[in-house]
């Protein structure tokens, strides 16, 4: 196979979730009133960055194996701590966000111990992990409230030079600063590893214990760091059981989408935050047609299994499963 055929092949779940998002994309913004500004840029992106950043959370877990549905909890139990620390002067606002950025690491260190060392199932896991984070949340913000430095948050929600969406930067500096390096570490390699076959790599002297453990730690961060924006964008905190929920299966749906494989050692978090780019984009879709919400889980299905069956058709035309991996 020559190497652009097999580039093409390796990354086919990440390039049909891109061209299906500028496709969906360039119909949203015909039939909006308003054409492609930068006011609508930015709202679109403000959206869907948050989905993206908790899809790339769910991304890595899923490549060992696994399946964290603590993040949709993690992504309000930050949205809840940042309403109540991430204020006053700007140099105490970053303080508070770091506070809860390594809040979502703890978490998710929490999630990889248990896995590991416990040697519980992740689902089962993170079940019940997120039941608990979600309490911690309930427990800060018991009614909806809280405020949050504005300064940042403006920044954050609004324009660089007037133009580009500042919330889009932001994803781009986690893709460049966080994704890349950590595909590229031994860690990352190891969960990969770890998701193909976790006792060939264990042999093979990939530190397992490790791997799962940074995987789960990483999701808390991206988890915690989706809630942080949450909370520049509503100015607020809220402990809504619903919206973890929503994000959590969102989530899923984003990683499939974007052609990571949910038995894991396979796919990419580029993939998955163009997977979020589609489902947000329907929602949009719905509006500038002016249909009713209630037709959004349908679209939103119909794409997944779309996108399912594109992922298939690769494993029922091989006839070795070694052709998975040449």
Not at 5 to 32: C, D, E, P
Not at 266 to 292: C, H, K, Q
Request: neutral net charge.
């Amino acid at each position: 196979m020559s190497d652009w055929r097999y580039h093409i092949s390796h990354n086919l779940g990440t390039l049909t979730a891109i061209s299906l998002f500028v496709l969906m994309f360039v119909i949203y913004i015909s039939n909006h009133e308003a054409g492609l500004n930068p006011a609508v840029a930015t709202t679109a992106a403000n959206k869907a960055v948050l989905l993206a950043l908790v899809a790339m959370a769910q991304t890595i877990p899923v490549l060992t194996r696994g399946l964290d549905l603590s993040v949709g909890s993690v992504f309000v139990l930050a949205n809840c701590l940042a309403s109540a620390i991430v204020v006053g002067t700007i140099g105490q606002g970053l303080l508070g966000c770091v506070a809860v950025l390594l809040l979502g690491v703890v978490c998710g260190f929490i999630n990889g111990a248990i896995v590991v060392w416990g040697r519980l199932q992740p689902i089962i896991t993170t079940l019940a992990t997120g039941a608990v984070f979600y309490g911690i949340a309930l427990w800060i913000r018991p009614t909806p409230g809280g405020d949050v430095q504005y300064d940042i948050a403006d920044f954050v929600t609004g324009q660089l030079f007037g133009t580009v969406p500042t919330a889009l930067v932001v994803l781009l500096v986690v893709v460049l600063l966080v994704w890349i390096p950590y595909r590229s570490s031994p860690l990352g390699r190891g969960a990969y590893a770890v998701g193909s076959n976790e006792q060939a790599a264990y042999m093979s002297g990939v530190p397992v214990e490790k791997a799962k453990i940074a995987a789960y730690a990483l999701a808390g961060f991206l988890a915690s760091l989706g809630g942080l924006i949450l909370t520049f964008n509503t100015y607020s905190g809220e402990a809504s059981a619903a919206i973890g929920g929503t994000y959590t299966l969102n989530s899923i749906a984003a990683v499939v989408i974007g052609g990571t494989s949910l038995f894991g050692g396979w796919g990419s978090a580029i993939g998955s935050v163009f997977g979020a780019f589609v489902l947000r984009t329907i929602e949009d879709l719905l509006f500038v047609f002016d249909l009713p919400p209630l037709w959004q889980p349908l679209f939103q299905g119909v794409v997944l299994l779309v996108a399912i069956s594109l992922g298939a058709v690769r494993v029922f035309r091989i006839r070795n499963r070694l052709e998975l991996f040449t």
